[in-house]
């Protein structure tokens, strides 16, 4: 991407009505078996151009279905979802997926992991290589293009899925709980990487996550979900803190507190929920 | 990064390739001997102190029956400075190869085809597995009709005894692909046969080598099966006149070339090769 695209991006991030993304009074149920699930009920939902929202929730209240359902993996039951004002039929690489695994193929090495998702969009081979390397080495990883997939650390291979996906130059990435599985120190090296690259390239993000800080951290909006059926209970907004920010800072400590709370009582009915049919499943094993 | 280059670097990535042809090669293949020249020692001083005490001493089995190791070797000498072993071996390889050739490609395509064609398999899978439960000699009455009594006749008996086994290795290989890989590759546009060939075929290949040395290992056995029901050079063919001209030991010299020859195979290009490829995908310590 070129400076003039990142400006285009910024003017378009405030000058622009229509949303990057826009979920409409959108609900989406599961049938596992006889019974019915309501997973998402009533989601309303506008994502500005750059904006980076994050998602969090107590586990299984539908977080990534909403990113499923962005994604074109699945199809809403009712309701609309818009991506640029226009509705989601399929998969497609401008909105990119960034899992908790990073999902990097092992037959390949590093750099060809990131031209397997260049080739797949269509850039000649000529350009792969470059541009490959481009986003390597954003990603600070350019040392180690020949390496293989197995010979990275965990952190080093999101590192490179993220590169592979902004490569890509998606609109959106859709990002579920990408650094979970990853010990602090890394994950604050990859909070850090993220803000940058995401000031860099005006990407629209949302990020699920389960940790409180993370999402303040990141995020320029932090919308909480209510157990089942998911709801948006509240949204906070984050603009007040100076970017880019730091998940030690004292600043946002108050902010933190103030989500925990609001979340405490939906994870309490989660933990409630599972607890109990696990109890039920016992008295029906006995 | 918390991981240096240094501490990286003493695991520099290798490919396949030089893995294979390397210098290691050739100490393997030293190693291999060592091995089998061990082995073939104990055996045979296991083997000289029984024919000692039964032919020699009790006089309870004849000479004819039971040599001695030595005779086993004379023979194996005979045989292969008169050119007859090494005529005989050529063309039992020659049928092995065209056979072995031509059932790997047609299994593993057939397995993908499994895989990737609904209507594929609904006509396809039961003939396979049904064609597996069947022994491969069966074929040869089928085959000489077909065919007449010549080379093709054995070589389709090889590959209708190997073909099978491959297909069946190669379809549950595919089902064993991380859900995740399938999914990033799709989320990035990559669909239908390009998603074969990019994705499933390379996330496959450990698996299809696995197969491919048991369809090795079947093709040998329909090959000598084939060559002791039928006429022509080979060494099916020698182990018949061995038996017609009660010379044990070119029988018992013979039954050691082909294990050797089996095994050298298996052990040397197949499972090399099997190994080589688990470690660049980093399935295996190496
Ligand atoms: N394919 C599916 N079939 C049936 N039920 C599903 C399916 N996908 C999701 N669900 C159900 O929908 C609900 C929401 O699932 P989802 O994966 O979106 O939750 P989540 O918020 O991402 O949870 P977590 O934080 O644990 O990842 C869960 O109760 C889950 O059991
Ligand atoms: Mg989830």
């Known amino acids: 991407m070129t400076s003039v695209d990142v400006n285009n991006r910024v003017k378009e991030k405030t000058l622009s009505t229509v949303s990057r993304l826009s979920l409409q009074q959108v609900s989406k149920g599961f049938k596992s078996g006889n019974t019915n699930l309501t997973a998402l009920e009533n989601i309303n939902l506008e994502v500005k151009p750059g904006e980076f929202v ?94 293989r997939v197995h010979q990275l650390s965990g952190g080093m291979r999101q590192r490179v899925a993220i590169a592979r ?25 990859l909070h850090q990487e993220l803000q940058q690259l995401w000031a860099a390239t005006g990407k629209t993000i949302i990020f699920v996550t389960h940790n409180v800080r993370e999402a303040v951290t990141l995020g320029d909006r932090v919308i909480i979900f209510t157990y089942r059926p998911g709801r948006i209970k509240r949204e906070f907004s984050t603009t007040h803190l100076s970017r880019p920010r730091h998940i030690e800072d004292q600043a ?32 029906i094993a006995v | 990064m918390s991981v240096t280059l240094e501490t990286l670097s003493k695991s520099k990535p290798q490919s396949i390739a030089s893995q294979l042809f390397s210098l290691k090669l050739a100490k393997a293949i030293g190693f291999a001997l060592l091995k089998i020249v061990a082995f073939g020692l104990g055996v045979a001083i296991v083997w000289e102190v029984i024919y000692l005490l039964m032919v020699e001493v009790f006089h309870v089995w ?3 029956l039971f040599p001695a190791p030595v005779d086993v070797i004379i023979s194996l000498i005979d045989h292969a400075t008169d050119g007859t072993l090494l005529r005989a071996t050529s063309a039992s390889l020659f049928r092995l190869f065209i056979g072995f050739g031509l059932s790997l ?59 099978f086994s491959i297909t069946i290795a190669t379809y549950d290989s595919t089902k064993l692909i991380p859900p995740l890989l399938l999914r990033a590759a799709s989320n990035m546009g990559v669909r239908g046969w390009a998603l074969f060939w990019r994705v499933v075929l390379p996330a496959s290949l450990p698996a299809i080598l696995s197969g491919a040395r048991q369809g090795w290992s079947f093709a040998w056995r329909s090959l000598l099966g084939g060559e002791l029901l039928t006429a022509g050079v080979g060494l099916g063919n020698l182990l018949n006149q061995g038996r017609d001209l009660t010379d044990m030991s070119l029988v018992m010299a013979i039954m050691l070339v082909i294990i050797v020859l089996g095994l050298a195979f298996d052990q040397l290009v197949l499972t090399r090769l099997e190994h080589a490829v688990q470690r660049s995908y980093g399935l295996s310590r190496s």
């Open chain 2, 62 to 64: 004849i000479a004819a």
């Open chain 1, 54 to 147: 994050c998602l969090v929730g107590p586990s299984g209240c539908g977080k990534s279905t909403i990113l499923n359902l962005v994604s074109g993996l699945e199809h809403a039951d009712s309701g609309k979802v818009l991506v640029n004002g226009q509705a989601v039929v399929a998969p497609g690489p401008d909105r990119l997926f960034l899992f908790q695994e990073p999902a990097l193929f092992p037959w390949l090495n590093v750099i060809s992991n990131i031209e397997f998702g260049l080739k797949s969009i269509g850039v000649p081979k000529s350009e792969r290589r470059e541009r490959a390397m481009k986003y390597l080495t954003m990603v600070h990883l350019q040392k180690f293009a020949d390496f």
């Open chain 1, 252 to 283: 946002a400590l108050s902010l933190v507190r103030e989500i925990t709370a609001e979340l405490r009582s939906e994870v309490q009915l989660a933990v409630a929920a599972e607890y109990g049919e696990a109890y039920e499943d016992e008295q």
């Open chain 2, 105 to 163: 490609p047609l299994g593993v395509f057939s397995g993908l085809g499994l895989a990737r064609s609904r209507w594929f398999k609904r006509v396809v899978g039961p003939i396979v597995l049904g064609f597996q439960a069947l022994p491969s000699v069966c074929w040869l009455p089928l085959s000489i009709l077909w065919f007449g009594l010549n080379e093709r006749a054995i070589i389709f008996v090889v590959v209708m005894g190997s073909v």
């Open chain 1, 165 to 189: 996906a902004l490569a890509i130059d998606p609109e959106v990435l859709l990002m579920d709980e990408p650094f979970t599985a990853l010990d602090a120190q890394t994950r604050d090296i």
